[in-house]
C-alpha cells in the first residue's frame, strides 16, 4: 500500500484505498482541503464516504457522488471565423475570463442542494449540444500535445474554488472533434502526460481523470483515444506517482454503451452516459450489464452525462441509477426547436439555476441528498 499524501490524513490509512489510488502531498504555498479516494463502490470525501449514513426511499445513496456536466468552464474558440457565434447578449462579444469568472460565482449555488461533482473539459464539449461538424477550436491543448496557458490559468481558478468548497472534478482530456487538432499519436501521449504533470504541480487532491469523452465514438481522429486502445492511456496516468500517489482515472462511452473488458480492468471507476436511453429500466440494466463484464470488482458506477429528466415522476433516469446503486450527472444543453439559449453546455453558458430544467434536477438533487451545510 502507498504512503498518505498528507499527515494531517494519516487516519486515510485505515483505508485499503485511501490513497492507493490518489494523489499528492499537499503544498505549502496553497493547502488543498479536499481529498477523493474509492473504498470499494463508494466514494470519500476527506476520509469520509460521500452522503454518510444517507438513504432515499429505502435506497442506500452513501458513497455516491452526484454530479452534472459542466464541460464548458473553460471554453473558447481559436478559430475567428466561429468565435461570434457565442457573444453574450448583452455586450455582443465573446469573453473567455467572464464565462469563467461566471462558472466560479454559481459553484456555491450547486453545492449547497447537494452537487457533490462536475465534470469540465480541456476540449469542452459541443456547444451546440450534438454537432455533425465542430469548425470551433476550443482546446488547452495545442496541437503538438502542450498545454495552454490562459486555459490551465481559468482551469486553475475553477479548482481552486471546487477545492475551497469541497466539490471534486472529473477532469476530461478529450472531446471526439477536437482531438484531431493535435498534430499525431506522440502529441495525444504528450497532452495525457503533460496534463499529470500539472495536476501534480498544483497538488490537486480532489480531481477524477477522464481521458476521452465517450472514447467510442467513431469520430475520433486518434487510435490511441478509441475505446479499442484507451486502456494505454488510462495505464499511463496509474504509471505516473508523485510521493507514492497517483490519479484516478477512468474513461466514457457513448450513450447506452457497456465498457469491454479491457476498459473495465484498467480503470479506478465506471463511467457511463444515459443519454439517448428513453427508458428508466435500462439505466438498471445498463448498471447490471457492467457489473458482469469480464474483469469487473467493486468499484463506484458512475453516470456522468444524462440529458433525460422527467424529474416530476416517480421514475426518471436519475432515480433509476439510484435504484442501481450508481452516481448520475445532469446534462443539460439547449434542444432543437428551443429558442432560449440554456443549459450548462449552450454557449454563452447561464451558469445559474435559472430554467425550470435546472430548477427541477437541483430540486430532485436536494430531494435525494439533502443540503450540503
Not at 153 to 168: C, F, S, T
Request: proline share 5%; with cysteine; net charge negative.
Amino acid at each position: 500500500m502507498k504512503k498518505s499524501c498528507y499527515s494531517v490524513l494519516i487516519f486515510l490509512l485505515i483505508f485499503a484505498f485511501s490513497c492507493q489510488k490518489q494523489t499528492i502531498e499537499k503544498p505549502k504555498r496553497n493547502e488543498r482541503k479536499t481529498l477523493v479516494s474509492i473504498v470499494g463502490e463508494k466514494f470519500y470525501i476527506n476520509g469520509q464516504p460521500t452522503l454518510a449514513g444517507k438513504s432515499w426511499n429505502g435506497y442506500r445513496i452513501e458513497g455516491l457522488l452526484s454530479n452534472s456536466r459542466m464541460v464548458q468552464g473553460i471554453f473558447d474558440d481559436l478559430n475567428p471565423e466561429t468565435r461570434e457565434k457565442w457573444i453574450f447578449p448583452d455586450t455582443k462579444i465573446w469573453d473567455a475570463e467572464r464565462n469563467t469568472n461566471e462558472f466560479i460565482a454559481a459553484m456555491k449555488s450547486w453545492y449547497e442542494p447537494g452537487l457533490l461533482a462536475f465534470t469540465i473539459n480541456l476540449q469542452g464539449g459541443s456547444p451546440e449540444g450534438y454537432s455533425k461538424v465542430q469548425p470551433w477550436y476550443n482546446s488547452a491543448i495545442d496541437e503538438q500535445g502542450n498545454l495552454r496557458p490562459a486555459y490551465m490559468q481559468r482551469l486553475e481558478k475553477i479548482l481552486d474554488h471546487a477545492d475551497a468548497l469541497g466539490m471534486v472534478v472529473i477532469l476530461g482530456i478529450f472531446y471526439f472533434g477536437q482531438d484531431e487538432r493535435l498534430a499525431d499519436e506522440n502529441a495525444v501521449i504528450r497532452a495525457v502526460d503533460h496534463t499529470v504533470k500539472w495536476i501534480f504541480e498544483h497538488n490537486y487532491t480532489n480531481i477524477l481523470i477522464e481521458i476521452a469523452n465517450e472514447c467510442d465514438n467513431r469520430a475520433y481522429h486518434h487510435e490511441i483515444i478509441k475505446k479499442d486502445r484507451i486502456h494505454e492511456l488510462i495505464e499511463r496516468v496509474q504509471k505516473n506517482e508523485k510521493a507514492g500517489c497517483r490519479l484516478l482515472v477512468s474513461t466514457s462511452l457513448n450513450g447506452g454503451s457497456i465498457p469491454p473488458p479491457s476498459i473495465v480492468q484498467a480503470v479506478d471507476f465506471i463511467l457511463l452516459h444515459g443519454n439517448g436511453v428513453q427508458e428508466p429500466e435500462k439505466i438498471i440494466q445498463m448498471v447490471e450489464a457492467t457489473r458482469k463484464v469480464e474483469g469487473f470488482r467493486p468499484m463506484p458506477i458512475v453516470f456522468n452525462k444524462d440529458d433525460h429528466f422527467n424529474f416530476d415522476q416517480p421514475l426518471n433516469n436519475f432515480v433509476a441509477a439510484i435504484q442501481a446503486y450508481a452516481s448520475w450527472g445532469y446534462f443539460d444543453f439547449r434542444k432543437p426547436g428551443e429558442t432560449v439559449v440554456d443549459g450548462y453546455q449552450s454557449v454563452p453558458v447561464d451558469w445559474g439555476i435559472n430554467s425550470e430544467r435546472k430548477k427541477a434536477f437541483f430540486q430532485k438533487l436536494k430531494e435525494i441528498t439533502g443540503e450540503n451545510e
